[in-house]
């Protein structure tokens, strides 16, 4: 009985400084280990959290009237044979557009739709000459916004992409009829500066200058430098 006694009393004592060697263990790796900051831990957050935090979005339409310069025309219809003039008068150039974008803080990005139609006003050797232009622009555009007074922004930026453009002929020289629809699509950019006035936290208005151009125009029977337009916009913003 003593033996096994002692026995159990030697297993006991065995096991005891088993748990107790695994306590101090324990201890010594929670006392090496660094105290949980979490001021630290939250700033290590902020700084993995992805680009977008802090974004938002917005949709805008907008209308704008376009002055265009002179233009050179050159083109070979049949039956009339071949037409060029370097003193093309253009009319005035009517559009419309929206576009759908990204904010963060005072920068913006967006994607633009727009169109604009514009024709030949005038030309000189030709007769009866009946032109209508209408261009389609897809625009990647990038601006920056600037206050400048409480609620007003004075926003700079551009943009570029691909400008398609229609081209519906109308020609009529010495008795010979010719017409033509026809299109191209070329790179077209633009510069635009202008204010931002802010009604309320979701809606606001602008307007602003744009500078507009694209490559020269190449149609299947018309040849012709690309038009520079000074274009007033004006138009209204939703933040969402």
């Given at each position: 009985?003593?033996?096994?006694?002692?026995?159990?009393?030697?297993?006991?004592?065995?096991?005891?400084?088993?748990?107790?060697?695994?306590?101090?263990?324990?201890?010594?790796?929670?006392?090496?280990?660094?105290?949980?900051?979490?001021?630290?831990?939250?700033?290590?957050?902020?700084?993995?959290?992805?680009?977008?935090?802090?974004?938002?979005?917005?949709?805008?339409?907008?209308?704008?009237?376009?002055?265009?310069?002179?233009?050179?025309?050159?083109?070979?219809?049949?039956?009339?044979?071949?037409?060029?003039?370097?003193?093309?008068?253009?009319?005035?150039?009517?559009?419309?557009?929206?576009?759908?974008?990204?904010?963060?803080?005072?920068?913006?990005?967006?994607?633009?739709?727009?169109?604009?139609?514009?024709?030949?006003?005038?030309?000189?050797?030709?007769?009866?000459?009946?032109?209508?232009?209408?261009?389609y622009n897809f625009f990647?555009?990038?601006?920056?916004?600037?206050?400048?007074?409480?609620?007003?922004?004075?926003?700079?930026?551009?943009?570029?992409?691909?400008?398609?453009?229609?081209?519906?002929?109308?020609?009529?020289?010495?008795?010979?009829?010719?017409?033509?629809?026809?299109h191209d699509v070329v790179?077209?950019?633009?510069?635009?500066?202008?204010?931002?006035?802010?009604?309320?936290?979701?809606?606001?208005?602008?307007?602003g200058y744009r500078l507009?151009?694209?490559?020269?125009?190449?149609?299947?029977?018309?040849?012709?430098?690309?038009?520079?337009?000074?274009?007033?916009?004006?138009?209204?913003?939703?933040?969402?």
């Amino acid at each position: 009985m003593r033996r096994i006694l002692t026995s159990l009393c030697a297993v006991t004592l065995l096991s005891t400084a088993a748990h107790a060697q695994d306590y101090l263990s324990d201890y010594k790796t929670a006392y090496d280990s660094p105290a949980y900051n979490a001021e630290l831990d939250l700033a290590n957050t902020n700084e993995a959290a992805p680009f977008f935090d802090g974004v938002t979005t917005y949709a805008q339409v907008f209308g704008s009237f376009g002055i265009t310069n002179q233009s050179e025309f050159t083109a070979d219809f049949p039956g009339i044979g071949t037409l060029s003039n370097d003193e093309v008068d253009m009319d005035n150039a009517i559009g419309a557009g929206f576009a759908f974008g990204l904010r963060k803080e005072k920068w913006r990005a967006e994607f633009e739709a727009s169109v604009q139609r514009f024709g030949y006003s005038e030309t000189v050797g030709i007769n009866g000459l009946d032109t209508d232009l209408t261009n389609y622009n897809f625009f990647i555009n990038a601006y920056y916004d600037m206050p400048i007074k409480e609620n007003i922004d004075l926003y700079l930026g551009g943009g570029a992409g691909c400008s398609i453009y229609r081209g519906d002929f109308d020609v009529s020289v010495i008795g010979s009829d010719f017409n033509d629809v026809t299109h191209d699509v070329v790179f077209g950019y633009h510069f635009d500066t202008g204010l931002n006035i802010k009604l309320n936290k979701k809606l606001e208005v602008f307007a602003g200058y744009r500078l507009f151009s694209t490559q020269d125009i190449e149609f299947d029977e018309v040849q012709m430098e690309a038009p520079v337009i000074h274009t007033i916009m004006t138009g209204i913003r939703y933040n969402f």
